[in-house]
């Protein structure tokens, strides 16, 4: 497995460290409004401080998620990188949250404009 | 690149355990400083009841780093109050990804009197004895002591499951003395209902911890050790405050009949901004 990737940057080749099992997965709430509307808090609470409200970062320390590399991730690309986290960067593992809140945060990320 | 590595932090409390004796791999994000105060009550045998109180800042220094700072004091009835002393430890997660087993590395230094209650850890024969001591005569002993700890942590589907192995040493004199501790937790409900509240279901997490004493290099048996079950309970107030609350009892004779701990936590984030020497530091 190659080294693990430092963020949601542009950079779309850092995906191919996720396990293919991990990249074929689907989110199991994908599309579901109630799954939106719980990932949208959990966002909030969890994600908003360094994403920015709209997960578009500050353009300098605060990373955006709207890239070009999060958009051409899979869901279980996504989930798996919330799960392993960056510690090297700053970024915690979420493995602790429930996996469906994972997946909630994921169906939320996806109905951003 | 570099610019969009550093602070990616998420701050909050939901994930934190509800455990009072046992530690998870989950460590404090970088940056977060949280002031926890761990209440443990309880009446001893032939002794008066007591109320201990460590006040606990943790404070985040690295995504794989946490440091703590533990003060420690107890009240005993008919007795006094006295202060005990304080506790430096720190946290390390040698590797930096998730695995099915996750270890961390915990180092901690001790400089408390014979007067704590706190009990934050049970090793080698400490026993219910230990804790009717009056306080005039327990706090002349000062103990320097040293303390190791591999923790062993999984999150399994929506489950932790943690084990804690135990050495400490008196740096002055004494032997070694083990325990370990062991912890199972799980939210009440997995998915978020994606409403503000307070009293709902995913705001509790439940499970229980078990924690004893394993003897020590002179006697390493399990004969006169102290062992307790605690079920334990997290409810978190807000995403920045959590309640924990475990009524644990002994299950041997050597063991305090019951301990009814409380612990209230708050988190600060982005405290490190007051302490970043310059700007874009990468943490």
Same mark, same amino acid.
Request: proline share 5%; with cysteine; hydrophobic share 35%.
């Given at each position: 497995?190659?080294?693990?990737? !430092?963020?949601? +940057? &542009? ?8 396990? #293919?099992?991990?990249? $074929?997965?689907?989110?199991? @709430? ?24 709209? !997960?578009?970062? +500050? &353009? ?8 070009? #590399?999060?958009?051409? $991730?899979?869901?279980?690309? @996504? ?35 | ?283």
């Amino acid at each position: 497995m190659k080294p693990v990737f !430092a963020s949601w +940057d &542009g950079v779309t080749s850092h995906w191919e460290s996720v396990p #293919s099992r991990d990249h $074929a997965r689907q989110n199991p @709430l994908g599309g579901k409004p109630e799954a939106v509307a719980g990932g949208s808090l959990l966002y909030r609470n969890h994600c908003q401080q360094c994403h920015g409200a709209d !997960a578009r970062g +500050d &353009g300098q320390k605060k990373p955006s998620l709207h890239t070009e #590399s999060v958009r051409s $991730a899979t869901d279980g690309d @996504l989930e798996w990188f919330l799960r392993q986290g960056d510690l090297r960067h700053g970024m915690p593992s979420w493995s602790s949250l429930p996996q469906g809140q994972r997946w909630q945060i994921i169906a939320y990320l996806r109905s951003l404009p | 690149m570099l610019a969009f590595t550093v602070c990616l932090v998420f701050p909050a409390v939901a994930q934190d355990k509800p455990y009072f004796v046992t530690y998870s791999h989950d460590l404090e994000e970088p940056g977060n400083l949280e002031i926890e105060t761990k209440s443990a009550l309880a009446r001893p045998e032939r002794g008066h009841h007591f109320g201990a109180l460590a006040t606990e800042l943790e404070y985040g220094a690295r995504a794989w780093w946490t440091t703590e700072l533990y003060l420690d004091g107890q009240a005993t009835a008919d007795d006094s109050a006295v202060y005990t002393g304080f506790r430096w430890e720190n946290r390390f997660r040698p590797l930096l990804h998730e695995y099915p087993v996750n270890p961390v590395l915990y180092v901690e230094f001790e400089n408390i009197t014979g007067a704590d209650k706190n009990i934050l850890e049970v090793v080698g024969h400490d026993a219910e004895s230990d804790l009717v001591v009056p306080n005039a005569v327990s706090r002349s002993e000062h103990k320097h002591e040293g303390e190791l700890k591999l923790i062993l942590s999984s999150n399994i589907h929506d489950w932790n499951v943690s084990e804690n192995f135990i050495a400490e040493k008196n740096l002055g004199h004494a032997p070694w003395e083990f325990g370990y501790a062991l912890g199972i937790a799980r939210p009440l409900r997995s998915l978020s209902s994606g409403r503000e509240c307070i009293f709902c279901a995913e705001k509790f997490i439940a499970g229980i911890e078990g924690y004893g004493g394993l003897g020590d290099t002179w006697a390493l048996t399990l004969h006169d050790t102290s062992h307790y079950l605690a079920p334990v309970m997290g409810w978190e107030l807000s995403a920045h405050m959590r309640l924990s609350f475990s009524p644990g009892f002994g299950v041997t004779g050597t063991s305090v009949d019951q301990i009814y701990r409380v612990g209230l936590a708050y988190e600060f984030k982005d405290m490190d901004k007051m302490f970043r020497s310059r700007r874009g530091e990468v943490r």
